[in-house]
């Protein structure tokens, strides 16, 4: 398996506002784009060709890895200009694979951090004479994802994405987001339009009777699209909890990238990124949150599991729970914001501009140039 499609067109619509200039799988994570550790585990496993799925902000991706030389990997990019779905989207970009009709090809979403051994999954794809062979995961709460049961014999009997109705979750299985596909099935799904590959391909498959597997592999896995498992998925990284040969530094309780000025007397813990050129003032506490290039967090505030976009800059003695602030936004000092509050990029809230209440907390976004951040989402 020498090749693999990378699904990376998706809008990151539940990370703004940090997407709004930058694709959910190029924001940094442990101080490298995200997918700089996706391409990495892939290259492991003995990919050497990747093609790239792109629609939404494409042309960064190009600008970011190029043609894949310094990774030793031979990258691709294709465009949609309509956004095809996943399914449409891995259709179109296996126009551009060589593999041959039986050889296996690996599909990765684009937003996944896992420690899955890659290769084992290649191998039972092959030893087993599957169709497709997906990853699948044992979650708590699958209602944000695919539901994938599976019978004694590992064959994936449905697929239903995303159920809606507590009847509907039989199983506490899902799909992580990884499979294996023989190429010959990729060029059966419809070309020139939307395809889900999830609400379409997947039950089409099972229709037709294609030996479509499930592994289930408990390993470590985090699907990266909300604020929460985004500083999460880093600071695993940042603390070692999840290995990728792609880390910047050695792992620890903080990342201090190059260029970063942190005051000596500064308290950073639980796997924090301080992003090159971020500087932290005096008596500061960051933990387990992910500063962005040219952050700056001003004397005594307190960072709690929260990300600060790229020059963005934090006043002195604020205090952030699980908070998103854009890149270019300022807090002025002495502001209290309640978990879950979003901050677009280049707002402004002047000091002591958020009172904290509990129902303005989960999902609050400040328009960029609002006075303060009121507005509902
Ligand atoms: N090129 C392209 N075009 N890529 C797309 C498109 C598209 O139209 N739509 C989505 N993608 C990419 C996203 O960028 C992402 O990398 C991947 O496809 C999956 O999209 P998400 O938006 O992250 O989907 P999800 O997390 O809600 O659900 C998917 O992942 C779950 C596991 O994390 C599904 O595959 C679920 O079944 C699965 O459980
Ligand atoms: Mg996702």
């Known amino acids: 398996m020498t090749e693999a499609i990378l699904l990376v067109g998706g809008q990151g619509t539940r990370l703004r506002p940090l997407t709004s200039h930058m694709p959910k799988p190029l924001l940094p994570v442990a101080g490298v784009p995200f997918l700089t550790h996706q391409l990495a585990r892939a290259a492991a496993a003995g990919v050497t060709r ?3 799925a792109t ?3 494409a042309e960064l991706f190009e600008a970011e890895f190029g043609d894949g030389g310094q990774l030793g990997l031979e990258l691709e990019y294709v465009t949609e200009k309509v956004p095809l779905g996943t399914g449409g989207a891995i259709r179109n970009a296996a126009e551009r694979l060589r ?13 996944i951090l896992s420690g899955l051994d890659i290769a084992a999954l290649r191998d039972g794809h092959r030893a087993s ?23 004694a014999d590992g064959r994936v009997t449905a697929f239903l994405e995303k159920p809606q109705t507590p009847e509907e979750i039989t199983t506490d299985q899902i ?18 339009r939307v395809v889900s590959v999830e609400r379409e391909t997947f039950p089409e498959l099972l229709a037709s009777g294609a030996h479509v597997r499930g592994v289930v592999n408990d390993c470590y896995w985090l699907d990266l699209g909300t604020p929460a498992a985004f500083v999460q998925g880093s600071a695993d990284l940042v603390r070692g909890k999840v290995a990728s040969p792609a880390l910047p530094g050695p792992v620890g309780e903080a990342l201090v990238l190059p260029g970063a000025h942190v005051h000596p007397s500064a308290v950073l813990s639980g796997g ?11 008596g500061t506490v960051v933990e387990g949150s992910v500063l962005l ?11 709690h599991r929260s990300v600060i976009g790229r020059h963005a800059r934090i006043g002195g003695g604020s205090v952030l729970d699980a908070v998103v602030v854009g890149d270019g936004a300022r807090i002025d000092e002495g502001n209290e914001l309640p978990p879950g509050l979003r901050i677009a990029c280049g707002a402004h809230l002047p000091a002591h501009g958020v009172r904290t209440s509990a129902s303005a907390a989960p999902c609050t976004i400040a328009h960029s140039g609002a006075p303060h951040a009121s507005t509902p989402h």
């Open 272 to 282: 924090t990124v301080v992003g090159p050129g971020a500087v932290i003032g005096e």
């Open 175 to 192: 799909n992580a987001g990884c499979y294996v596909f023989t190429r010959a099935v990729l060029d059966r799904i419809p070309a020139g």
């Open 129 to 151: 004479g599957a169709d497709v062979t997906l990853h699948l995961k044992r979650v708590d709460d699958p209602r944000a994802f695919g539901l994938v049961p599976t019978d």
């Open 99 to 111: 593999s041959a009709p039986d050889e296996p090809v690996l599909v990765l979403n684009g937003d």
């Open 50 to 52: 990747i093609v790239f």
């Open 55 to 57: 629609s939404y902000l």
């Open 293 to 303: 290039a040219g952050a700056r967090i001003d004397a005594r505030a307190s960072l």
